[in-house]
């Protein structure tokens, strides 16, 4: 199905349409056969907040190219609206698209704090750091009201256990005061993701996410209140934001960031016809050469799956974008590894019983 109107695609959303998933039969789109308008779906959209009673919250993955084995995702779906986001197919497994639907009907996992409760009590469960924002930004608009991600940092904090945090939402300096002091114990990390400092192309990358100079803020504020703060540079795009790559580690740096790492960016299953989409209405000049580079850093093909190439790609473009990241993280002072968190300190949470903080 197509969204968006005759007059441009929605307002303040980063897809352009709303194409059918993957494993849907039929596809409609719009024309005009000359008895009256096509149909069309209003510029602004609202965002639906669905309640979901998930049946278990930990996931857990091998995957030798991720820094962690433990993740949680309090929402599906994602009001940010980042084109390029490589979570986008995951709405097709509800038979929604990956486009529209995406970033308009989240679903949120009201129970979280209460499962993570559970699974953390479990005689068998083995602490490692646990990452928030693996898939889904875990501070999107809805956690304004939901207060999902604050329940579940309430817990881990509770009970002394490891997390790491990668946003793009400013809203993670509200539970400093559950960070800093788990930072102050070694318990905790948070990555702020930053792909461009260029306010014009975020909004249009990254329609509803916090603005660039404002996301480096949120970087200053972590660090001020002691918190080890990284910045990932995801997704570099060929000839749209790999120019900035410098800029962006230069401005974390000066805000206290102290470790980075970047990803090149990757084109799943529906996210490829989404970001053609995009380049089209966007930047239609640079679509050509943006997916020739991307195809050139993936074998020839929109998209490389291969453990240790599919996050930085391969071939002489993807190693000038790392020789070029490692010259400025060295030459900025970034550290070449961020420091190990700490596993030993976890306490199990009684059963039925609450545990109180620091």
């Known amino acids: 199905m197509t969204a968006g109107t005759r007059d441009g695609p929605p307002r303040g959303r980063g897809a352009t349409g709303n194409p059918a998933g993957r494993f849907e039969t039929r596809a409609k789109q719009a024309f005009a056969d000359g008895w009256g308008e096509p149909d069309a779906e209003p510029r602004s959209l609202p965002t639906v907040v669905v309640a979901q009673t998930a049946r278990s919250i930990i996931m857990r993955n091998d995957s030798p190219d991720v820094p ?48 993570l409760r559970a699974e953390l009590a ?42 790491t945090i990668t946003t793009k939402g400013a809203l993670v300096e509200r539970d400093l005061d559950l960070i800093a002091p788990a930072a102050a114990l070694g318990l905790a990390r948070v990555f702020v993701s930053v792909p461009q400092v260029d306010h014009a192309l975020a909004r249009r990358l990254e329609p509803r996410a916090a603005a660039p100079a404002r996301r480096i803020e949120t970087i200053r504020r972590l660090a001020a209140a002691g918190v080890p703060t ?44 989404l970001v053609d989409a995009w380049l089209q209405e966007h930047q239609p000049l640079k679509r050509e050469r943006v997916l020739n580079a991307l195809r050139a850093m993936r074998g020839g093909r929109d998209n490389d799956p291969r453990f240790g190439s ?36 976890f306490r199990p949470p009684p059963p039925g019983q609450q545990l109180e903080l620091f």
């Open 230 to 273: 990284g910045v990932l540079v995801a997704p570099v795009i060929p000839f749209l934001n790999d120019h900035e790559l410098e800029a962006v580690l230069a401005a974390a740096r000066a805000a206290g960031a102290t470790t980075a790492a970047f990803i090149v960016l990757r084109l799943p299953h529906e996210v490829r016809g």
């Open 122 to 163: 479990a005689r068998a469960y083995r602490c490692s750091p646990i990452a928030l924002g693996a898939n889904t930004d875990p501070y999107q608009p809805a956690e304004r009201a939901q207060r999902i991600t604050r329940g579940v940092l309430e817990v881990l904090s509770e009970c002394r256990h490891p997390f």
């Open 310 to 345: 599919r996050m930085t790609g391969s071939g002489p473009f993807a190693e000038l974008i790392a020789g070029r990241f490692a010259l400025a993280a060295r030459r900025l002072g970034f550290a070449d590894e961020p420091t190990e968190l700490r596993s030993d300190l």
């Open 68 to 115: 962690f084995t433990q993740s949680i995702n309090p929402y599906q779906g994602c009001e940010h609206g980042c084109i390029y986001c490589y979570a986008r197919p995951s709405h097709a497994y509800l038979n929604l698209s990956p486009g529209i639907d995406f970033e308009t009907r989240i679903f949120a996992k009201t129970n979280a704090a209460e499962l």
